[in-house]
Each structure stands twice: as C-alpha cells, then as structure tokens.
C-alpha cells in the first residue's frame, strides 16, 4: 500500500509497546486514521499475537489485521542501552500505550513521571487487567476472564445452562475503541487548551463492558433484580429474537420502538394488534411477549428468508439475515462499502482484512502499509535517532534489538 498519509490524525507519533488484542486493536484503529505507529517489541520473540491462531500453514491469520499501519522496533527496554533508546524515542511521541501490569515500567525506572522529564506533554495510555487502583490492581488480567468478571457472562446463554463465554475476544475489542477513544480525547484537550503537560488516561479491561451495563445497574439498584441468563433480548422489546423461516434459514428482529411495530403489524396484517391493549405499546407486549412470539413466530415461518426480507424492506421493518462469514464475502453492500480489503502479505501472497471504518469525506483513513515483520523497520528507526550503522550491528549483536 502506497496511499499518501491523509488520515485526521496525521502528524501524531505514537509508541505501541502493548501486547495481544486490546490496547494494539487500539493503536491500529489510529494508525488507520493516519498516525504514526511504531510499536516497540521484545527482540526474537515480538508480540505474543504472532503466535496465536487461526492459522495458514504456520502464518498467523490474525497479525495481518491488528498490525496494519504499524513500524515494527525490536527493543528490550528492560537493559540500559534499550532504556536510552527508549527515552530518545519518548521524546519524539505524542502518546505511548503500554498495557503491562501495574508497576511493571516503574520498576525498569520507566514510569510517567520518569518519561515526562524527557516529554512533558506525553499523553501516556495505560491498560491492565483491573488498572492502575484498587485491591485487584496486581492480577493478571484477560479477556474472557474479565468478561465473567464485568458481569457480562452471567447473563448469557440458556437458564438451564451454564453461562456462555463470546466466541471471540469482544471484550479486547471494545476496550480497543476505548483506547483509541480516550486517546484522541486527551490528545484534543491538550491542543484545544494550549495545556503545557500531558497527562495519564488508564482503565481495567473489565471496565469497558461494564460501562455498557447501565440497564443491569439501574436494574439492581431500584428493582433488586439480579438478571439471569437469557439468549437473547431481555426485558428490552417485543418482539424481538431469533427467527426460522420455511426453509429453514434464520433471521434476527427486533422492534425497539412503537413506531416500528406499527410497520411490523401492517406486514403481518395484524392492525387490530395496535389497538389492542396487550399489544398497542412496547410495555404492555413485554408483559404479553409469549402471546406476542407465537404470532411473530407464526407469520415469519410462513415465508422463505428471501420473500421475508423483500416483505420487511418494503414496510421498514428490520430485519436480517443470520450471516456466516460466507455469506458477508458474498454481499454486495460489503463489498460496496469496501468494508473488506485484500493487502499484500510477505509469505501468502495476499490476505483479506477489514477496511477502515469510520470513512472521513475530507481526510479518509487509509491501509498505507502491511502488518510489519518482526523488527523491520529496527534501522530506520534509529537512523532516524541518529545511530550509525555500525552501532546498530551492536544493539543488535548484544540483543538490545
């Protein structure tokens, strides 16, 4: 990829030196909108990601995407060379996001306020398993484990079953957005406010699906109720679920609002349900949902997938089809709003990875160059700091790169 660097966010130097999913997903997603990311990794080992599945042959399948727009630097800050290449380095950043466990850089002598006397306006983003306060603040800190933890697994799956896990690491991406978020935030307070010192923006990655919890909150704290487990929508709108049709495809529906049943009762002939009082508001159809699914579940059924969506289109009711991975390659709307790219890889050719989102009418994001090879880009780096070639062939000999 060659596209000049336009995104809005060109001009911003950042440091990656996090590990696995969450605060690299952060990164990347302003790498797509222009910044420059070098992300700082443990000299012949590199992050962990590149040795987690799926795979093709021995090629990790998800570096490509998580690692787009990124410079790659091996550099093992714990040694006295890598620390002063380090600190030269900090010097020349906007940001630096780190998500090791708390105290971690402190005790290398790498902390905030040690870096801000090279950088006083570094904006420093931390992220750990349960951040930088609390009784928990030490514990290893995942994904999965801090979904159970953000009480977001108790209410999935079946009553009768034990709670389900997501299937990905939904929690590691959202806590990304978060990143990418709260970086830009204070990178904007520190421009718009001609602030003279940066200043440190850190959570736990339990907190991110825990802020989308506000309903659970509410909940408990007004009504004492402790949710259980539940498939789908609960306590949210009726009708709303999962749906067969008569060739045994599947569709997810959902009316949130008033408005939309309205449209839903007129595709299914069923006006008299908008003046029944059992019916004729959302409050009233959770309290009746059992009567309400039969006849959704009815109607729905009596229809292929295809004469369904036709018949939803027409009265806006929404509607969609359960997609497999399949099916989304083979849509039209993906493909027309380019929300999957094939980009050059060094070993499989070419590989398929998301594009950017979201799309800027006057400084689009862009993919400007492939996920890095491990410490690719270790002699222009510090070219760039000012090291000879000869000096370098010494870091590297002594395994500070």
């Known amino acids: 990829m060659t596209q000049p660097n336009h995104g809005p966010l060109t001009g911003v130097k950042i440091l990656d030196i996090s590990t696995m999913i969450a605060a690299p997903f952060g990164a990347t997603l302003l790498a797509d909108l222009g910044a420059d990311v070098t992300k700082v990794e443990l000299p012949g080992r ?12 021995t090629e990790p399948l998800r570096w ?11 550099l093992d800050i714990r040694t006295e060379e890598g620390k002063e290449i380090f600190t030269k380095l900090i010097e020349r950043v906007d940001v630096l996001i780190e998500n090791f466990r708390p105290g971690t850089l402190e005790k290398w002598g790498l902390g905030y306020e040690e870096l801000k006397k090279s950088n006083p306006k570094l904006i420093m983003m931390r992220l750990s398993g349960y951040g930088q306060t609390g009784p928990y603040k030490d514990k290893a800190g995942f994904g999965t484990p801090s ?21 990905y690491s939904l ?21 718009k406010n001609n602030e003279v010192e940066g200043q440190v923006v850190e959570m736990g990655l339990y907190e991110s699906m825990f802020r989308m919890l506000e309903f659970l909150i509410a909940e408990y704290d007004k009504n004492e109720v ?5 498939p789908g929508l609960a306590n949210h709108s009726s009708p709303a679920g999962t749906y067969e049709t008569i060739d ?7 009316c949130s609002t008033d408005s939309t049943f309205d449209r839903l009762a007129k595709a299914m002939g069923r006006e008299d349900m908008l003046k029944d009082p ?21 109607w729905i059924k009596s229809f292929t997938q295809k004469q369904l969506l036709e018949k939803a289109d027409t009265f806006g009711v929404p509607i969609s089809p359960i997609y497999t991975i399949e099916d989304i390659f083979n849509d039209p709307h993906y493909q027309a709003r380019e ?5 050059e890889h060094p070993r499989l050719g070419k590989i398929k990875i998301p594009g950017v989102v979201p799309k800027f009418s006057k400084t689009p994001g862009a993919i400007r160059h492939r996920a890095p090879e491990l410490g690719e880009h270790n002699d222009v780096i510090l070219e760039e700091l000012g090291f000879s070639t000869e000096k370098i062939n010494d870091l590297r000999e002594k395994g500070v790169i």
């Open 248 to 254: 045994g495809k599947f569709v997810v529906l959902v």
């Open 278 to 298: 059992r019916f004729y508001t959302n409050k009233q159809r959770l309290k009746n949902d059992t009567d309400v699914q039969v006849i959704v579940t009815e």
């Open 339 to 343: 929300n999957i790219v094939e980009v």
């Open 46 to 57: 590199g992050d962990t990601l590149r040795n987690v599945g799926p795979w093709k042959g």
């Open 171 to 191: 929690l590691d991406y959202i806590t990304g957005i978060f990143v990418a978020f709260s970086t830009v935030s204070a990178l904007f307070h520190l421009v």
């Open 226 to 230: 402790i949710r259980e487990r539940s």
């Open 64 to 74: 490509p995407g998580l690692a787009r727009n990124k410079k790659s630097l091996t």
């Open 147 to 167: 979904t159970a933890f953000s009480g977001h697994t108790a209410i999935q799956g079946f009553k009768d079953r034990p709670p389900v896990s997501p299937s």
